[in-house]
């Protein structure tokens, strides 16, 4: 625990093996799983405050590209010589702001709210965020409270997949209480479909028979149109979703 002002250096050895058990298996020694992993404040009782504010980030293990691999193992640096690696950090925010967040020019004074409640956005806890706002909405009785919604600090991003690239996206919810619905769309709204490679550096999938046609990574599973990323649950526990998704261009 640090007090404001205080810095300190840690040193965490990540180690080459371990127990089968974190994977639920019965017996037996595991390598540890190559992938994005968080980190972020564990302090009980202000957790999930902290989270929110931004104690948190992310960590890799193993070589960015290792979950990517090809049917075809003579392939598989090809697959990944076209793959662009994009870490992205999915986090809300509860602030006290006067300006509108279009209008936002980064010198904008606002206040964390760092006690508010669930129901910042709506009547009663579910509220869902309104179509068109763009990565935020607000108090429906206090229209200076805000409930921003961010990839990598910034709101609503537009990100492009190059002709003839693929993007391998590592989404991270960091979130203590929110829980995002991911989907790719084109540019007429239409649904792209995409693959799961890993879950917490577990791949989900089995390898697939060569001649199957639905994509080139033996272990991926498709996602036709959305991926439910629940919340850190920073709050009570270190459940994790930190999921690594890959995508062609049209």
């Not at 006290?96 to 904008?108: C, F, I, L, V």
């Not at 006690?115 to 990565?135: I, R």
């Not at 693929?166 to 792209?192: C, F």
């Amino acid at each position: 625990m640090l007090d404001r002002g205080e810095s300190l250096d840690y040193s965490i050895e990540i180690p080459t093996n371990l127990p089968a058990s974190v994977l639920d298996g019965r017996s037996g020694i595991i390598p540890h799983p190559s992938g994005p992993f968080w980190y972020h404040s564990h302090r009980h009782g202000t957790s999930a405050a902290q989270v929110s504010g931004g104690m948190s980030g992310l960590l890799s293990i193993g070589a960015s590209k290792v979950n990517l691999v090809a049917i075809k193992p003579e392939q598989t640096t090809a697959l990944q010589d076209r793959t662009d690696v994009r870490s992205l950090m999915l986090r809300d925010i509860k602030i006290r702001s006067a300006t509108e967040p279009e209008a936002a020019n980064g010198q904008s004074a606002a206040i964390w709210l760092k006690d508010a409640d669930d129901t910042l956005c709506g009547p009663a806890a579910g509220a869902t965020v309104p179509q068109g706002a763009e990565g935020y909405c607000r108090d429906s009785g206090d229209k200076e409270r805000l409930w921003l919604f961010t990839v990598n600090g910034q709101r609503f991003p537009t990100i492009r997949i190059p002709s003839g690239r693929n993007g391998l996206w590592r989404l991270a919810n960091l979130s203590a209480d929110v829980t995002y619905m991911i989907s790719l769309r084109d540019a007429n709204g239409k649904a792209v479909p995409f693959d799961v490679l890993s879950i917490d550096g577990v791949v989900p999938g089995a390898p697939k028979d060569p001649s199957s046609p639905s994509g080139d990574s033996p272990a991926a599973t498709r996602i036709n149109e959305n991926l439910m990323l629940m919340p850190r649950g920073a709050s009570k526990s270190s459940s994790r979703t930190i999921t690594e998704c890959r995508s062609s261009a049209a």
